[in-house]
Structures are given as C-alpha cells and as structure tokens.
T-cell receptor, first 112, second 112 residues
C-alpha cells in the first residue's frame, strides 16, 4: 500500500538537543498530521496542518505544511526523556475520500 | 470526552482460526478507520467508513477480512481464516469529518 517517505528512520540524541524530521510524498495532500506512538499504545495526535505554508506550534513542537503540499517537517526543541517514542507523519487527501496515509515512522531515543 | 475504545487488547489464535475485533468511536464521529500496523511499520489503512457506508476498502484482503458498521457507530473487523502474516496491531480511529483522526489503543493479534 501507499506510504509516505519519512526520514530519518531513527535518531539518537542527547537531552536538550533539538530534533528535526520530515516527510515527503509524490502526491498532494490537503492535510498533514503528526502523531507520536508509545509502545503498546495507539498513535496520539500532536499537530494538524491544513494550509500550504502553515507553521503551527504545540509547546516545544513546531510543524510546517510545505508550500508544494507534498511535504511537511516536525521540529522538537530542547528534547527531554519523555519525547522518546515513534513519530509518524500522515497525509490526508480530504473530502469524502479522505484517506489518511502514514509514513514509516521516526524512532527517537533521548539520552539523559 | 471518552476516546476510541477497542477490545480485546490482546488476542492469540492459531492459524486458520477466526477472530473479531470491536471498536467504539468517539461520540459524533462519522468517519471510522481500521488500520493494520505490522511491527516496525506505520499504520496501513484497511477500510474507511463514513457513517455506515464504506468509503475505501481497496487494501482490505477481502478473501479473509471483513468489516461492518451496521448502525453507523460501533464497528467490527473479522479475520477468517487467520494466517501467520496477519500478526499485527489492529488500530481503530475515528474523526468528526475527515479531519484529525483519533486512535484507540489497538488490539495486538498474534497468530501461531
């Protein structure tokens, strides 16, 4: 099935460092979503983006909807140990056929 | 507000047996999704409902998987007969109107 290209696949960082991950697609999306998944849990929505060029923050998290509508990035500033987990991007076409397509995830490890 | 409820949390069955998963979406959410998440991958859409109608089931292996949402609220996903490669986490998500999707905790299926 279709999946988005998400990178990097994994990251090992020191507590306090900033993190950046991105997602690209060959298709245009109307919505970009970023989720975090902890072990044994379902994905939890972090940020939703609805307009090309939109830049949205949620605490230490900042995400942008690319101008071409084919990409998005997520930044985490001043990482802390509880940021550990797998981050997924998801693109949605919108309308009645609003399929939500996921990337393969970025696994984040934070060393205290 | 109650989240998406799924049951059971875990299920172990032998190959060729059948299994069913249940999902109760967030109240008022017309869109319901079933995703399959294989270890180390992002969620893959199996089927999407809008109220009690199927919007997209193009990636549902219809020879063995079936899903229904008869009254436009709860949904069940069934596998019959199960194969080893069906071992995965089955996630249910719902959204108000093809916007942000909220996920349940998932059902972890192990086929032995």
């Amino acid at each position: 099935g279709q999946q988005l290209n998400q990178s990097p696949q994994s990251m090992f960082i020191q507590e306090g460092e900033d993190v950046s991950m991105n997602c690209t697609s060959s298709s245009i999306f109307n919505t970009w979503l970023w989720y975090k998944q902890d072990p044994g849990e379902g994905p939890v929505l972090l940020i939703a983006l609805y307009k090309a060029g939109e830049l949205t923050s949620n605490g230490r998290l900042t995400a942008q909807f690319g101008i071409t509508r084919k990409d998005s990035f997520l930044n985490i500033s001043a990482s802390i140990p509880s940021d550990v987990g797998i981050y997924f991007c998801a693109g949605q076409y919108g309308g009645s056929q609003g399929n939500l397509i996921f990337g393969k995830g970025t696994k984040l490890s934070v060393k205290p | 507000e109650a989240g998406v409820a799924q049951s059971p949390r875990y299920k172990i069955i032998e190959k060729r047996q059948s299994v069913a998963f249940w999902c109760n979406p967030i109240s008022g959410h017309a869109t319901l999704y079933w995703y399959q998440q294989i270890l180390g991958q992002g969620p893959k859409l199996l089927i999407q409902f809008q109220n009690n109608g199927v919007v997209d089931d193009s990636q549902l292996p219809k020879d063995r998987f079936s899903a229904e949402r008869l009254k436009g609220v709860d949904s069940t996903l069934k596998i019959q007969p199960a194969k080893l490669e069906d071992s995965a986490v089955y996630l249910c998500a719902s959204s108000f109107s093809n916007t942000e999707a909220f996920f349940g905790q998932g059902t972890r299926l192990t086929v032995v």
